[in-house]
């Protein structure tokens, strides 16, 4: 059955840092992935979807980007942090007709 | 996207059976309609989907009129673990991008 894993788990990170959020999908070829964020006590919002490999479609413009660089990879990035990317990441593939999520990463900025 | 339309929140007490409804005005032919369950710092999780008339699982039921304009997510005997964000997606999860409403925080007091 398809898994998501995503990590880290929590990442701390300074103002003006870089950043590296990775996710990896078992057991499915050529998923439709997403990135959302989910600041503390608002619902999700959609950031980057992927249909395959190099393809990635923005939702929302900011200092994030995304990429996908195999079938089963997708990488969410950023050259430098602003406070206003804290939050909740999370990495999703569809399973059937359903979203299925990673347990996804607490990013804090500082 | 249909858009959709839900309470922001609501209160139960255990042991009673909670109605979401949630409006979706300009659904397509083709979208389902499903909802999921969040806790906090989790990702949502696949409640229930369905097309139209009822459905119903382990742990809820569906209710679709037939103009399918509107939803209702029905969990009987709430518990204080069901305290949680519901939120109802109407869409092809699986073919394109999907996003999130604001969901109904729903509180279960002893």
């Known amino acids: 059955s398809q898994t998501i894993h995503q990590w880290p788990a929590t990442l701390v990170q300074p103002v003006g840092s870089p950043l590296s959020l990775e996710c990896t999908v078992e057991?499915?070829?050529?998923?439709?992935l997403y990135w959302y964020r989910q600041a503390a006590g608002r619902g999700l919002q959609l950031l980057f979807y992927?249909?395959?490999?190099?393809?990635i479609s923005s939702e929302v413009p900011q200092n994030l980007s995304a990429s996908r660089p195999q079938d089963r990879q997708f990488i969410l990035s950023s050259k430098k942090l602003l406070l206003s990317d804290s939050g909740f990441y999370l990495c999703?593939?569809?399973?059937?007709?359903?979203?299925?999520f990673g347990s996804g990463t607490q990013l804090s900025v500082l | 996207l249909a858009k959709t339309t839900q309470p922001i929140s609501m209160d139960s007490y255990e042991g009673q059976e909670v109605n979401i409804t949630c409006s979706h005005n300009?659904?397509?032919?083709?979208?389902?309609i499903t909802w999921y369950q969040q806790f906090p710092s989790q990702g949502p999780r696949f409640i229930i989907q369905g097309y139209k008339t009822k459905v119903t699982n382990e742990v809820a039921s569906l209710f679709i009129p037939a103009d399918r304009k509107s939803s209702t997510l029905s969990l009987p005997r709430v518990s204080l673990s069901d305290t949680a964000v519901y939120y109802c997606l109407v869409g092809d999860t699986g073919g394109f991008k999907t996003i999130f409403g604001a969901g109904t925080r729903l509180f279960v007091k002893a």
């Open positions: 300009n659904i397509a032919t083709n979208d389902y």
């Open positions: 999703a593939g569809p399973r059937g007709e359903k979203l299925f």
């Open positions: 057991g499915t070829s050529n998923p439709n």
């Open positions: 992927s249909v395959g490999i190099g393809q």
